[in-house]
């Protein structure tokens, strides 16, 4: 046994380029003009050259001039292509042009994202980007107290970042105006729409003014994003960086075949393998993340869980104990992750396969990122075939499948259709409906981030 799980985890190796230069630290292609030569202020240029950015991403190069002469814009994007650069460089750079002061409750900049975890992140970009600045922005997302976030707003803000349930409390409860809005950012649009977010989001937008500049972002392109943009983008430019819904290339997948009830001794049999630097584990549900955590535990593997009953403390305690090494080891739902950009993360594992397809994307795109490659491994049991078929069929290729290892199915099991020709029966976790393909949960309880 020990034999077949070294081979099984030698063969799921991650590649040897373990520490490559992100592709923004590479020397320009431009003789180093850069940055500079995308029309970027001197306070900006210096706060990008603190990060060691050199060299534009491709959504960065091609969105910056347009969004710095204020057209519209519809951005399709996968994870780690420096989106938020693209967007947060210029919006610095045209609200310090204009030196108008914030009204008191009101914000210039609006950026509105699905989780708290991302919309930290960008709060924490517009900080780094705009140090030079003296511009004030501020962060408020829901599962913490609001009196500081209504003391920020009170203030008045260039750049409000804000999730769509705590941003409409607060409008309600007459803390914030939406009336000097000047440009508007919605990030993560499909997002939005798997949560159940996209009324509240329809509610926010019919509240501000016009006209102003709008930016949207999506990785995916569903029917429903493709609508509200055609109603809220005005000739905008258009940037796609990569194909809609495709993988990225330095990204090794497999799939695992494996019973249902082998799927935690396969995970811990992974695990082991010291050769896996930073895995990010994917249930589809609450309960399942923390009972792989247990189960984890008791084969000696430390791991901790972000999902969303954990506090926000909780979540950034984690987070932060995977970010710097830590804990090696962190499994999540797939809300709760949406946010993470670490660059270190070596694989990601579907410990269950999700039932939307585009998600799987979304996942895998967790490593990877900044230059690097990654491994994405994925546990099949008999129920989640037709969701391999799905994301198969999306990604347009067939995700090679490991034949040797301890779990697997017996043999042909895995080939056999399932007998309804859909999964059968609830997933991992008590309570938890199943969402239908492309909704994510619409027409289901909405949650609030």
């Not at 954990?310 to 946010?339: H, Y």
Request: charged fraction near 20%; hydrophobic fraction near 40%; aromatic fraction near 4%.
């Amino acid at each position: 046994m020990k034999d077949k799980v070294h081979m099984l985890t030698t063969s799921l190796a991650a590649p040897q380029q373990t520490a490559p230069l992100p592709p923004h630290a590479l020397p320009a292609a431009d003789g180093g003009a850069g940055f500079a030569a995308l029309g970027l202020i001197e306070p900006i240029l210096r706060a990008v050259q603190a990060e060691n950015y050199t060299r534009p991403t491709p959504i960065q190069e091609r969105s910056i001039p347009h969004l710095l002469q204020g057209r519209d814009l519809l951005g399709c994007a996968q994870t780690g292509t420096g989106k938020t650069a693209a967007f947060a460089l210029p919006i610095l750079q045209r609200l310090s042009a204009s030196h108008r002061p914030a009204t008191p409750r009101s914000m210039r900049a609006l950026i509105l994202t699905p989780t708290r975890e991302l919309a930290s992140q960008i709060d924490d970009s517009f900080r780094v980007y705009g140090r030079h600045l003296g511009l004030r922005h501020a962060v408020i997302f829901g599962g913490v107290g609001q009196q500081k976030q209504v003391q920020a707003l009170a203030r008045g803000l260039d750049i409000l970042v804000a999730t769509p349930g705590r941003l409409l409390d607060l409008l309600g409860q007459g803390y914030a105006k939406l009336n000097s809005v000047e440009i508007f950012v919605l990030d993560e649009a499909d997002r939005m729409l798997d949560m159940g977010f996209i009324h509240d989001v329809k509610r926010v937008i019919a509240g501000l003014p016009r006209p102003r500049q709008t930016l949207l972002f999506s990785a995916t392109m569903p029917p429903d994003i493709a609508r509200l943009a055609d109603g809220i983008l005005v000739d905008p430019t258009k940037v796609a960086v990569t194909p809609v819904a495709s993988t990225a290339e330095r990204i090794e997948q497999w799939v695992l075949h494996v019973e249902r009830g082998n799927k935690p001794a396969l995970l811990a049999s992974i695990l082991k393998d010291s050769g896996i630097a930073r895995a990010l584990v994917f249930t589809r549900t609450k309960h399942g993340a923390n009972k792989v955590v247990m189960q984890l535990g008791k084969s000696g593997i430390a791991a901790d869980a972000i999902h969303g009953n954990k506090s926000q403390n909780a979540r950034e305690r984690a987070l932060a104990a995977f970010k710097n090494g830590r804990m090696r080891v962190l499994v999540a739902t797939d809300i709760a992750a949406r946010g993470i950009d670490i660059d270190g993360i070596s694989h990601v594992v579907n410990y269950d396969l999700p039932n939307v397809p585009e998600t799987y994307v979304h996942r895998i795109g967790r490593t990877a990122r900044a230059g690097a490659s990654g491994v994405a491994i994925s546990f099949c049991d008999r129920e989640e075939r037709a969701y391999l078929r799905d994301i198969e069929r999306l990604i347009r290729k067939s995700v090679p499948v490991v034949e040797n290892h301890p779990y697997r199915m017996p043999e042909g099991a895995a080939a056999q259709p399932a007998a309804t020709g859909k999964p059968t029966g609830q997933p991992h976790g008590h309570g938890q409906q199943r969402q239908h393909r492309g909704g994510g949960g619409r027409g289901g309880r909405r949650r609030r981030r």
